[in-house]
């Protein structure tokens, strides 16, 4: 049974950091890509970032986001983390990760179907 746990989201100001976890048990993050995601509400999910498998070792940030947010792998943990700095009010969303054994890049990583994916934790940047 594959599950995939989104963590550490919460409320912060504007310029505040938070770390985001996504924590996958049956299935080995390591061999996959991995996408961060954002929903907003009455706006279209977004994809925010993307790592590749550990083989092929590649990320991806969306504009939106650049130079404020990483992505990164702990593979003995089997986690993906997000870590967000300089939040903005128009990072306030609904954050999800996503993953399926059909992806090892991050090619279209935004757009294509995902067989898994996370209940989503809420992030609000706000003062």
């Known amino acids: 049974q594959v599950q995939l746990v989104e963590s550490g989201g919460g409320l912060v100001q504007p310029g505040g950091s938070l770390r985001l976890s996504c924590a996958a048990s049956?299935?080995?993050?390591?061999?996959?890509?991995i996408g961060w995601f954002r929903q907003a509400p009455g706006k279209e999910r977004e994809g925010v970032a993307c790592?590749?498998?550990?083989?092929?070792?590649?990320?991806y940030v969306g504009d939106s986001v650049k130079g404020r947010f990483t992505i990164s792998r702990d593979n003995a943990k089997n986690t993906v983390y997000l870590q967000m700095n300089s939040l903005k009010p128009e990072d306030t969303a609904v954050y999800y990760c996503?993953?399926?054994?059909?992806?090892?890049?991050?090619?279209?990583?935004?757009?294509?179907?995902?067989?898994?994916w996370g209940q989503g934790t809420q992030v609000t940047v706000s003062s």
């Open positions: 996503g993953a399926d054994r059909r992806y090892s890049t991050c090619s279209g990583y935004g757009s294509r179907e995902y067989r898994y």
């Open positions: 049956g299935f080995t993050l390591d061999y996959y890509a």
């Open positions: 790592v590749s498998s550990s083989r092929l070792g590649s990320t």
